[in-house]
T-cell receptor
Framework: DAGVTQSPTHLIKTRGQQVTLRCSPK?????VSWYQQALGQGPQFIFQ???????QRGNFPDRFSGHQFPNYSSELNVNALLLGDSALYLC??????????????FGPGTRLLVL | KQEVTQIPAALSVPEGENLVLNCSFT??????LQWFRQDPGKGLTSLLL?????REQTSGRLNASLDKSSGRSTLYIAASQPGDSATYLC??????????FGAGTRLFVKA
């Protein structure tokens, strides 16, 4: 059983560019959450997708957007990249029955460097 | 606004020592609390999940306790091993779909 997978593993972009990160949830999971983890910090919640809709969002600007596909996989898009967007981007999947009591399973992350 | 703090930020111990990692949160109205392990440059691995109605959870050499009224949780690691070296993260869920993390404790166990 494959766990949560993310692609690419590493990415280098320049300021002002746009980037798309991808996530495939653990088998049987229908909910995907995205987190940004700066060096030496804990992950910060970006948003969560369930039933192809964003159902909660953290304190991130509109430059950060996402999408969930019918097969539950998800994309995170970041426009007009800033140097401060350099971070490890983590995807987590869970069952989206509405209960937050279930544990999240995290992927290995995508390391984004903005030059 | 919920804030999660972890103390100490870093810890170095000799192999075999029992140790305690601390996590505090500002709003006691949590739904659950979770401890994760993160190896350098890697994703997170869930260690223990404690529901708000529970006081503790155990898995192998790990024991996590939760005191909602005081806004505290501890992760106890017995008989530490070099393979336990990693960053340990505490995270709380306040009933929505957003999980709030602490900055973590970096643990180094010396052989």
């Amino acid at each position: 059983d494959a766990g949560v997978t993310q692609s690419p593993t590493h990415l280098i972009k320049t300021r002002g560019q746009q980037v798309t990160l991808r996530c495939s949830p653990k088998s049987g999971h229908d909910t995907v959450s995205w987190y940004q983890q700066a060096l030496g910090q804990g992950p910060q919640f970006i948003f969560q997708y369930y039933e192809e809709e964003e159902r909660q969002r953290g304190n991130f600007p509109d430059r950060f957007s996402g999408h969930q596909f019918p097969n539950y996989s998800s994309e995170l898009n970041v426009n007009a990249l800033l140097l401060g967007d350099s971070a490890l981007y983590l995807c987590a999947s869970s069952l989206g029955s509405g209960s937050p009591s279930l544990t999240q399973y995290f992927g290995p992350g995508t390391r984004l460097l903005v030059l | 606004k919920q804030e999660v703090t972890q103390i100490p930020a870093a810890l170095s111990v000799p192999e075999g020592e029992n140790l305690v990692l601390n996590c505090s949160f500002t709003d006691s109205a949590i739904y659950n609390l979770q401890w994760f392990r993160q190896d350098p440059g890697k994703g997170l691995t869930s260690l223990l999940l404690i529901q708000s109605s529970q006081r503790e959870q155990t898995s192998g050499r790990l024991n996590a306790s939760l005191d909602k009224s005081s806004g505290r949780s501890t992760l106890y690691i017995a008989a530490s091993q070099p393979g336990d070296s990693a960053t340990y993260l505490c995270a709380v869920n306040t009933g929505g779909f957003k999980t709030i993390f602490g900055a973590g404790t970096r643990l180094f166990v010396k052989a």
